[in-house]
């Protein structure tokens, strides 16, 4: 599903990713751990499409076909989510309004009829009840006035709810108390099916008792470090990344 | 400004059944105006507008050969009794006026009721509002009486259209709200034109004792108009004014805005929203004179500025001696959708009283780019991420229209004009 070939990234001058391959399969979940500065968030946003990530060099390929020519919207269309470190505030956007306006712009983009007010309802109550959050926040605007904790819920709603073939999850669980961390896992579990793909960017080992990690990554300096099981991860927890320098 | 003393001359004798006390009050307005002129760049409170543009174009005042057949579609909000004014012309026969509100021509007010005059004409340092006096050729005087609630706004359409030659209307809107009343009046300026024209309108409100009114002003000139505006508001003893000026029209556009807190216990909010695009200029200055006790102010005015498009904002709130006690509060947003648009905002306040809560701000952006992003990384394209960020930063001042017939016309406006909006990515 997701093919990073050999992946060279700047970001203001400054290489930050130095040849990252990953190959990602329909039903996997990969994590990948890494330092501060090791370019965890950068890779989620090369994927994603921000277009302050400066590629240099190498390909992402999504469904086998090069997307790093492509626009954020045709990346989200074509079925790539992120879910952001630190979602973003939209004052006087509506929570309801933008989640039904990205949702029909899909549902376009597939060529299925757009969801009216009363259907988006109907279905933005299901998985609401799923991420634990209160209709209440559907009525505010983006993100405005949400705790760190309803931040991250929000961006495992608007996954759930778009439905996508691919969710990058970076650092959805940092700031996270153990109660909000539990639902978003269980958001997480909800939206995982064997024809989707989750890579999660982590500070920690603690979500991921939570999920069934097929792979875990280490990221050191811009390069895939080391790649193993659940019980890399624990080994990390456990030793720090200093054992895998060099 | 040679036409213009010519224009006051053909005018003093064309109605030669003036009163020659009215005739006396032209002459020395005009006086007033000569000594002065029009305003330049070296006055303090007018330094980022040019006026020449109305010295480039002679304009005469509209005449009755001024009045093309009643266009066929004309803006209508919904459930509101409408006064319509053509080209400087009232169609009282097109009206549709209220129980408990008399509506009068300035002539008839004149003859009645001279004193109300007397407040609105005197003495002023703006050499518009003397040229207005001067020249006072339209207008109405419109007075509520008192406990009376009017549930229909009252709706002045003043349009401006079929024009032959650049011609300029100095109109006079004199507004009484009686004692205990509770009003909504709209007054509202459209146009649409090929030729050049001028409104120079002075509008005067007065709030009476624990009187409650909305006043929404409409400004969508045609491009082609200039619009200059000297709106002043006087409350007395507990009266409640919550006022809303919307502008997306006329090259130029110039309006003065003053709030007397003139009695005790009075509140005002007054808020604005500005859409410009163009080459359009659109300068506004508000001063609010806390003058008693107990009194409150509010203000929130938005800029949305697009092309080459210059937005000006001066406020003023001053704190007389006396005003213990003033809640004044002053917030400017503007946001600039291109690099050629500009904006000037200068929020001040001036305090002479000791137990006080003031507070002001002013804030100059663009959009924000990782908003844009996250909208974008959800599906959304460019556009529609744009036009869903400019609406949000709309809303916050559109929310505070209480009316939602008024609501939903402006906001039909704001979508029509975002529809052809550039933006730079």
Redesign the interface.
Same mark, same amino acid.
């Given at each position: 599903m997701l093919e990073i070939k050999d992946l060279h990234v700047k970001v203001k001058d400054k290489d930050i990713l130095k040849g990252i391959n990953l190959t990602v399969h329909p039903g996997e979940l990969h994590a990948i751990m890494g330092r501060n500065g090791s370019g965890k968030s950068t890779l989620a946003n090369a994927i /994603?499409? $921000?277009?302050s990530y400066e590629i240099t060099s190498g390909d992402i390929l999504f469904n086998g076909t090069s997307i790093v020519a492509e626009? @954020?919207?045709e990346? /989200?269309?074509a079925g790539i %989510?992120?879910s952001?470190q630190y @979602? *973003?505030?939209? @004052?006087? *956007?509506n929570n309801t309004? %933008?989640l039904k306006? /990205?949702l029909n /712009?899909?549902r376009k983009?597939q060529g299925k009829t757009e969801l009216d007010a009363v259907e988006f309802l109907k279905l933005i109550r299901e998985k609401l009840a799923v991420v634990e959050m209160d209709e209440k926040y559907l009525h505010r605007?983006v993100n405005d006035g949400f705790s760190g904790g309803e931040k991250k819920q929000n961006e495992i709603l $608007?996954m759930l709810t778009?439905e996508p073939a691919l969710a990058i999850l970076d650092e959805t669980d940092s700031g996270l108390d153990i109660d909000a961390l539990k639902i978003v896992a269980a958001g997480i579990n909800n939206y995982r099916r064997d024809d989707r793909a989750i890579v999660i960017i982590t500070h920690y080992q603690r979500i991921l008792k939570y999920l069934e990690a097929d792979y875990v990554h280490v990221l050191i300096n811009g390069k895939i470090a080391k790649t193993g099981g659940e019980n890399l991860a624990e080994q990390l927890e456990d030793k720090g990344y200093s054992w895998l320098d060099n | 400004m040679h036409y213009l003393e010519k224009e006051l001359n053909e005018l003093i004798q064309f109605w030669d059944e003036e009163p020659e006390a009215l005739r006396a009050l032209r002459s020395d307005a005009f006086k007033q105006y000569k000594e002065v002129g029009l305003p330049n760049r070296k006055w303090e409170g007018w330094q980022f507008t040019d006026f020449s543009a109305l010295e480039k174009t002679s304009y005469r005042l509209a005449s009755p050969g001024d009045l093309p057949p009643v266009p066929e579609t004309l803006p209508t909000i919904a459930n509101c009794n409408r006064i319509l004014i053509i080209n400087g012309h009232f169609q009282e026969n097109l009206s549709v006026l209220s129980d408990k509100v008399t509506v009068q021509t300035l002539q008839h007010a004149y003859a009645t009721n001279p004193e109300i005059f007397n407040k609105t004409v005197v003495n002023n340092s703006n050499p518009f509002h003397n040229l207005n006096t001067a020249l006072m050729n339209s207008g109405l005087a419109i007075i509520v009486e008192n406990n009376a609630v009017i549930d229909n706004p009252i709706h002045i359409l003043y349009y401006t259209t079929g024009l032959t030659e650049p011609i300029m209307n100095h109109p006079l809107f004199l507004i009484v709200a009686g004692a205990d009343s509770e009003t909504t009046i709209i007054e509202h300026y459209a146009g649409t034109t090929n030729v050049q024209y001028w409104q120079n309108v002075v509008t005067y409100i007065k709030l009476s004792d624990n009187a409650v009114l909305n006043h929404t002003r409409i400004q969508e000139e045609d491009l082609n108009g200039n619009h200059i505006a000297d709106t002043a508001y006087s409350l007395e003893k507990d009266a409640q004014l919550n006022a809303f000026h919307f502008a997306s029209g006329s090259s130029l556009y110039r309006q003065n805005i003053q709030v007397n807190l003139a009695s005790s216990g009075a509140s005002s909010t007054v808020n604005g929203l500005c859409l410009a695009k163009d080459r359009q200029h659109l300068d506004q200055q508000i001063i609010i004179n806390h003058l008693k006790e107990n009194c409150s102010s509010n203000q929130l005015f938005k800029y949305i500025l697009s092309d080459s498009s210059a937005g000006i904002f001066n406020g003023r709130v001053i704190v007389s001696e006396g005003a213990q006690k003033t809640d004044a509060q002053q917030t400017i947003r503007n946001l600039l959708l291109t690099d050629k648009a500009l904006a000037h905002s200068s929020p001040q306040l001036e305090i002479y009283a000791d137990d006080v809560k003031c507070s002001h701000g002013s804030t100059t952006g663009q959009l924000d780019k990782n908003a844009i992003f996250y909208m974008r990384s959800r599906g959304i394209d460019v556009r529609t991420a744009q036009l869903l960020l400019i609406s949000g930063f709309a809303k916050e001042v559109m929310e505070t229209i209480t009316n939602t017939n008024i609501d939903t016309y402006i906001d039909e406006k704001l979508t029509t004009w975002l529809e052809h909006i550039g933006v730079t990515p």
């Amino acid at each position: 599903m997701l093919e990073i070939k050999d992946l060279h990234v700047k970001v203001k001058d400054k290489d930050i990713l130095k040849g990252i391959n990953l190959t990602v399969h329909p039903g996997e979940l990969h994590a990948i751990m890494g330092r501060n500065g090791s370019g965890k968030s950068t890779l989620a946003n090369a994927i /994603a499409g $921000q277009d302050s990530y400066e590629i240099t060099s190498g390909d992402i390929l999504f469904n086998g076909t090069s997307i790093v020519a492509e626009s @954020p919207e045709e990346r /989200a269309l074509a079925g790539i %989510f992120m879910s952001f470190q630190y @979602p *973003v505030i939209i @004052p006087g *956007v509506n929570n309801t309004y %933008f989640l039904k306006a /990205a949702l029909n /712009a899909k549902r376009k983009h597939q060529g299925k009829t757009e969801l009216d007010a009363v259907e988006f309802l109907k279905l933005i109550r299901e998985k609401l009840a799923v991420v634990e959050m209160d209709e209440k926040y559907l009525h505010r605007a983006v993100n405005d006035g949400f705790s760190g904790g309803e931040k991250k819920q929000n961006e495992i709603l $608007q996954m759930l709810t778009l439905e996508p073939a691919l969710a990058i999850l970076d650092e959805t669980d940092s700031g996270l108390d153990i109660d909000a961390l539990k639902i978003v896992a269980a958001g997480i579990n909800n939206y995982r099916r064997d024809d989707r793909a989750i890579v999660i960017i982590t500070h920690y080992q603690r979500i991921l008792k939570y999920l069934e990690a097929d792979y875990v990554h280490v990221l050191i300096n811009g390069k895939i470090a080391k790649t193993g099981g659940e019980n890399l991860a624990e080994q990390l927890e456990d030793k720090g990344y200093s054992w895998l320098d060099n | 400004m040679h036409y213009l003393e010519k224009e006051l001359n053909e005018l003093i004798q064309f109605w030669d059944e003036e009163p020659e006390a009215l005739r006396a009050l032209r002459s020395d307005a005009f006086k007033q105006y000569k000594e002065v002129g029009l305003p330049n760049r070296k006055w303090e409170g007018w330094q980022f507008t040019d006026f020449s543009a109305l010295e480039k174009t002679s304009y005469r005042l509209a005449s009755p050969g001024d009045l093309p057949p009643v266009p066929e579609t004309l803006p209508t909000i919904a459930n509101c009794n409408r006064i319509l004014i053509i080209n400087g012309h009232f169609q009282e026969n097109l009206s549709v006026l209220s129980d408990k509100v008399t509506v009068q021509t300035l002539q008839h007010a004149y003859a009645t009721n001279p004193e109300i005059f007397n407040k609105t004409v005197v003495n002023n340092s703006n050499p518009f509002h003397n040229l207005n006096t001067a020249l006072m050729n339209s207008g109405l005087a419109i007075i509520v009486e008192n406990n009376a609630v009017i549930d229909n706004p009252i709706h002045i359409l003043y349009y401006t259209t079929g024009l032959t030659e650049p011609i300029m209307n100095h109109p006079l809107f004199l507004i009484v709200a009686g004692a205990d009343s509770e009003t909504t009046i709209i007054e509202h300026y459209a146009g649409t034109t090929n030729v050049q024209y001028w409104q120079n309108v002075v509008t005067y409100i007065k709030l009476s004792d624990n009187a409650v009114l909305n006043h929404t002003r409409i400004q969508e000139e045609d491009l082609n108009g200039n619009h200059i505006a000297d709106t002043a508001y006087s409350l007395e003893k507990d009266a409640q004014l919550n006022a809303f000026h919307f502008a997306s029209g006329s090259s130029l556009y110039r309006q003065n805005i003053q709030v007397n807190l003139a009695s005790s216990g009075a509140s005002s909010t007054v808020n604005g929203l500005c859409l410009a695009k163009d080459r359009q200029h659109l300068d506004q200055q508000i001063i609010i004179n806390h003058l008693k006790e107990n009194c409150s102010s509010n203000q929130l005015f938005k800029y949305i500025l697009s092309d080459s498009s210059a937005g000006i904002f001066n406020g003023r709130v001053i704190v007389s001696e006396g005003a213990q006690k003033t809640d004044a509060q002053q917030t400017i947003r503007n946001l600039l959708l291109t690099d050629k648009a500009l904006a000037h905002s200068s929020p001040q306040l001036e305090i002479y009283a000791d137990d006080v809560k003031c507070s002001h701000g002013s804030t100059t952006g663009q959009l924000d780019k990782n908003a844009i992003f996250y909208m974008r990384s959800r599906g959304i394209d460019v556009r529609t991420a744009q036009l869903l960020l400019i609406s949000g930063f709309a809303k916050e001042v559109m929310e505070t229209i209480t009316n939602t017939n008024i609501d939903t016309y402006i906001d039909e406006k704001l979508t029509t004009w975002l529809e052809h909006i550039g933006v730079t990515p």
